[in-house]
């Protein structure tokens, strides 16, 4: 067994939780805990817990912050960030050509919008600036991506846009959309 986690505010309760387990346990087996940074330079405090196995952090900057906040040598492995594969290469396709695959008109200016997995942040608010903008600035394209938040595909969906807006919710090949 092995805990991970890979947001900030995870750490204090997974810990406790952890701890409340091995107590009611009559023959407590510790489950090891990491956690993985995936800030580059300025962290949130809370990403460095005394109490996780290992810490793997991207940066020199994170290793000295994760030191700072208490972290010893042994806990703290500098890593790098885990990425899928496809994101570390260059795609095989031009520029042109991905576009034309991904259905992106050619000669527009596109901004790529993500709210995570979940659709989450001002992605609604985002897009009705950007669309106002656009049309001032001689056009352009905006794809955005909500992820698993069907709520927030079905009301953009809905939305009358001036400039073209492409609403996806979950892809498996961000690579692409980011590429």
């Known amino acids: 067994d092995l805990v991970v986690s890979v947001h ?3 750490q204090v309760p997974t810990l406790a939780a ?3 387990i091995r107590e009611k346990e009559h023959e407590p087996k ?10 580059y330079t300025t962290c949130h405090a809370t990403w460095f817990d005394k109490g996780v196995d290992k ?3 991207p940066t020199v900057e994170t290793k000295e912050f994760g030191e700072r906040r208490g972290l010893s040598e042994s806990q703290l492995v500098m890593h790098g960030l885990p990425i899928r594969p496809a994101f570390s290469k260059l795609h095989s396709l031009s520029k042109t050509r991905l576009r034309q ?16 997995g979940d659709g989450m942040g001002p992605v609604e608010e985002t897009c009705a600036a950007l669309d106002k903008r656009f049309p001032e600035m001689g056009g352009g394209q905006v ?6 938040n069907k709520h927030l ?9 001036e400039s073209n807006v492409e609403i996806l919710g979950f892809v498996s090949n961000m ?3 980011m590429g």
């Open 153 to 161: 595909v079905n009301r953009l969906k809905r939305r009358k846009w």
């Open 143 to 148: 794809v955005v991506i909500c992820g698993r």
């Open 30 to 39: 510790k489950i090891p805990f990491a956690t993985v940074v995936t800030d």
């Open 8 to 10: 900030p505010l995870l």
């Open 101 to 116: 695959r991904l259905g992106l008109k050619r000669n527009l200016n596109t901004v790529l919008i993500v709210g995570g």
């Open 18 to 20: 952890l701890k409340d």
């Open 55 to 57: 810490c793997f952090v």
């Open 175 to 177: 690579h692409e959309w």
